[in-house]
């Protein structure tokens, strides 16, 4: 039997699916996707409509390899990362083409998982947000690719023209001393000090305040003022509205968060380290003395500072402070737990309050929050240490930033690094910032969207757009090693939050254990020149004679309390 072939005829049906395959029409569903997102989402941003179709026609077309690609990214939780996961990696997919899975997991799995990548040179994910404060780790270990390298070798082709580097207010918490920048900010949130306004400004509180300590009732300049302040709305104050209050609010369970209470410059709020910014030199906020770019020892015997009397009187003031001006449940709460409690209406103040949690403080109906939607408290600069001076770091900023991995393959890595780019393109990053109220861009922050938004933000705008914000900043470089030094902090900590040691006895520990660490490090020789080197120990008062970190005790840790209205203190950040 003869067989002749079958063809169908062209049907109406094929004939638009051959349509809307085609190359113009797929670039019209990426281009009315743009608009779309554009006109919507986009509407608030730093450049025009023009420029920011500009923009995206430029993603679009970049992304052209890699459509139909599905990568995987991941972040710590925080409503930043939300808005990301939720919907700029929506945006992202509708126009580019490329599908993205960004993960949201608590900001510890995220250092596990990127110490596994490290450790077995296996992809685990195509890029991490993870915070810059393991600068200190990428630039030694060589498992990242600088962005920097980057940008004019193997990604090139895919780097944003508009990326604008010099934009970025935290590039230098990402740069290592070689000079290379490692990871693109992506986010980034400053600790600062919090206080209800509405309380300060009472005239009968302001009165009560002066006839007991001599002075005026305002926002403190050094801790002598804070721990005043914190007696006495707890111990004289007492009530407000028929509420009970404290004067002070802070976590103390043993938790890996515990670890950050600390790490996160709270020994240089005292004055612990070294002058120089963005880290002092040659001790760190963590006690940790490098000589040229090795470190060479963490407790005061090796010339480091982590048990130095400028720690033990931070650590001993943390612990007096929670136990006797802090609600009792506070010793039993975590970093996530105690977050929120301010909140609630019955914290005078906190010395050690993260701007992360910004857009949860000013949600209408809040007991913190009035009728129009304006605070009745504020954020001001932290109050500084009795070891404090000036040129040295005066708190934490962190700064989650977007970093590449070499075990990435180097397709899946460009089409992370597209997205990347996205999520910080100025076309989306204005609202991104008014989302998480975690601003990384110079230009988004001098807008007048966010020239609007401050009365309502607390002084959030009034300290980024300050000269003073260069004083708060992330973990740097001094820390070899990250994910081993910092699980070492919590668990130290803890024996002194609990009582069971004294702050000595603790910082001590911590102190060793950090130098061993160290050791280790040395002896497998895995980091190259700038590895650890440790100096041989000798007499702590060899060290506590010599300028600088580590700082002998002072024979007064509690000067006269000073504090400034806070209309005057905004005054000062502009000069």
Excluded at 361 to 375: A, F, Q, R, S
């Amino acid at each position: 039997m003869n067989r002749t072939r079958f063809v169908p005829k062209p049907t109406t049906l094929g004939l638009l699916i051959s349509l809307l395959l085609s190359p113009a029409a797929l670039a019209d569903q990426y281009s009315d996707a743009a608009k779309k997102w554009i006109d919507d989402e986009f509407a608030q941003s730093s450049l025009s409509k023009d420029d920011q179709m500009k923009e995206m026609a430029w993603f679009t077309e970049a992304a052209k390899p890699f459509r139909g690609m599905e990568i995987k990214v991941v972040s710590e939780t925080i409503t930043t990362h939300e808005y990301e996961s939720k919907v700029l990696a929506k945006a992202f997919e509708e126009i580019t083409g490329i599908k993205v899975t960004h993960d949201l997991i608590q900001e510890g799995d995220v250092v596990e998982k990127l110490q596994t990548e490290m450790q077995s040179n296996r992809s685990i994910y195509d890029a991490y947000i993870n915070d810059s404060d393991l600068i200190g780790t990428h630039f030694r270990y060589g498992k990242v690719i600088p962005i920097s390298d980057y940008i004019t070798g193997e990604g090139k082709d895919v780097t944003l023209p508009t990326l604008d580097l010099d934009d970025f207010i935290g590039l230098s918490f990402t740069t290592g001393p070689d000079g290379k920048v490692y990871q693109l900010p992506d986010q980034q949130f400053a600790n600062l000090y919090w206080f209800r306004a509405d309380w300060f400004e009472r005239e009968d509180l302001q009165k009560q305040f002066k006839e007991i300590y001599g002075y005026d009732l305002g926002v403190p300049v050094n801790w002598s003022a804070y721990e005043d302040i914190a007696e006495f709305f707890t111990e004289h104050v007492k009530e407000i509205d028929g509420k009970r209050v404290y004067g002070h609010m802070d976590y103390g369970k043993k938790d890996p968060s515990l670890g950050w209470r600390f790490t996160d410059a709270w020994f240089s709020m005292a004055g612990a380290g070294d002058k120089g910014l963005p880290n002092g030199k040659p001790v760190d906020e963590w006690g940790i003395r490098v000589e040229g770019c090795r470190p060479v020892g963490s407790s005061v015997e090796r010339g480091g500072a982590t048990n130095g009397p400028a720690a033990v009187y931070a650590t001993t003031k943390y612990v007096e402070w929670l136990n006797k001006y802090a609600p009792a449940e506070a010793q039993g709460m975590t970093f996530s737990e105690a977050g929120p409690v301010p909140a609630q209406g019955n914290i005078a103040q906190q010395i050690f309050w993260y701007t992360a949690f910004t857009a949860d403080m000013t949600k209408p109906g809040l007991e913190v929050v009035n009728p129009d939607g304006t605070p009745k408290w504020r954020m001001a600069p932290s109050p500084k240490g009795p070891y404090w001076e000036e040129g040295m770091k005066l708190g934490y900023q962190d700064a989650g930033s977007w970093t590449l991995m070499k075990a990435t393959d180097p397709e899946r890595r460009k089409a992370a690094w597209l997205y990347a780019q996205f999520t910080v393109a100025k076309t989306v990053s204005l609202k991104k910032t008014l989302v998480g109220l975690t601003p990384i861009r110079e230009s988004d922050i001098n807008t007048d969207i966010m020239t609007e938004a401050a009365p309502k933000l607390g002084g959030l705008v009034e300290f980024y757009r300050s000269p003073a914000r260069v004083q708060w900043t992330p973990t740097g470089t001094n820390v070899p090693d990250y994910p081993k030094l910092a699980q070492l902090w919590w668990q130290y900590i803890a024996e002194a939050a609990n009582g069971e040691k004294t702050p000595q006895q603790a910082l001590d520990g911590l102190a060793t254990a950090q130098d061993r660490v160290l050791e280790r490090l040395e002896r497998a020789n895995v980091q190259g020149e700038c590895g650890p080197k440790l100096n041989k120990p000798r007499d702590a008062a060899y060290w506590l004679a010599q300028p600088g970190a580590p700082k002998a005790k002072l024979a007064d840790e509690k000067p006269k309390g000073v504090t400034i209205k806070y209309d005057e203190l905004l005054k000062s950040w502009q000069q």
